[in-house]
């Protein structure tokens, strides 16, 4: 004798109407966290892919970015902007003496002092030992002053530097844009350069004993 277990159909809809919804749910949740992770990676790519290895600055993609955001705005009449170029002193006497190993470490110093003075956003290593900063919607005044405040730091390094070999001192020069003079960023960047290496000058007056890097502001980087 068979016995029949007869379920109801309401309490079948149920059952299935449960089994459906989690599926639903599980397939939600599981989209959900491929969503996230894939947006997680691509966050991380980008930030690779616009960061320098050695420092952590931005790298010269995302500067030629910048540049070109700022070249529309430009032209769009809107832009307001300052900047700051450094180059580190002594690093090819550093190189040729203690190893490249050393100059690397003595470029990142060279971007840590920059992030202790400067917003790490705004800056980019756009050369071997060359930074750049970009000070946007700000006073020249106010740039100025912060550019004054940083040399005068680099001028009391620069007094101990002889008896502090390793202690980092960084060249700078600063520019701001001038509606109807500056037709391009570049303008402002040749100007903030001339300074920079004016100031690299004076260190070398100042330490004759140091060896110089034989490049002058009229060669090609980004022009």
């Known amino acids: 004798m068979r016995l029949a277990i007869l379920v109801p159909e309401a309490e079948l809809n149920y059952k299935q109407d449960v089994m459906t919804y989690t599926i639903f749910l599980l397939t939600a949740a599981i989209s959900a966290i491929l969503i996230l992770t894939m947006t997680s990676i691509l966050r991380r790519i980008f930030k690779m892919s616009h960061t320098d290895t050695l420092t952590g600055a931005g790298n010269s993609s995302s500067y030629i ?3 070109t955001e700022i070249g529309d705005k430009i032209n769009e009449g809107t832009a307001i902007f300052s900047v700051m170029v450094f180059d580190v002193n002594n690093l090819k006497h550093v190189n040729d003496t203690q190893g490249h190993a050393a100059g690397d470490h003595l470029i990142r110093n060279g971007y840590q002092l920059l992030t202790e003075e400067f917003p790490r956003s705004e800056i980019y290593r756009i050369g071997g030992d060359e930074f750049v900063i970009i000070m946007e919607n700000k006073l ?21 530097y ?3 070999p390793g202690q980092v001192v960084l060249a700078a020069g600063m520019a701001s844009y001038v509606p109807g003079t500056d037709n391009s960023y570049m303008d402002v960047f040749q100007r903030a350069d001339e300074k920079m290496y004016k100031n690299k000058s004076e260190f ?16 090609t980087r980004w022009h």
Do not use: A, N, T
């Not at 005044?141 to 730091?153: N, T």
């Not at 070398?204 to 060669?219: A, F, L, V």
């Open 204 to 219: 070398y007056d100042h330490h004759p004993e140091m060896e110089r890097r034989g490049i002058s502001p009229e060669e």
């Open 140 to 160: 020249s005044d106010l740039c100025g002053e912060m550019i004054r405040g940083f040399r005068q730091r680099m001028r009391d390094y620069s007094e101990s």
């Open 162 to 164: 002889r008896e502090l």
């Open 65 to 67: 970015e910048r540049i």
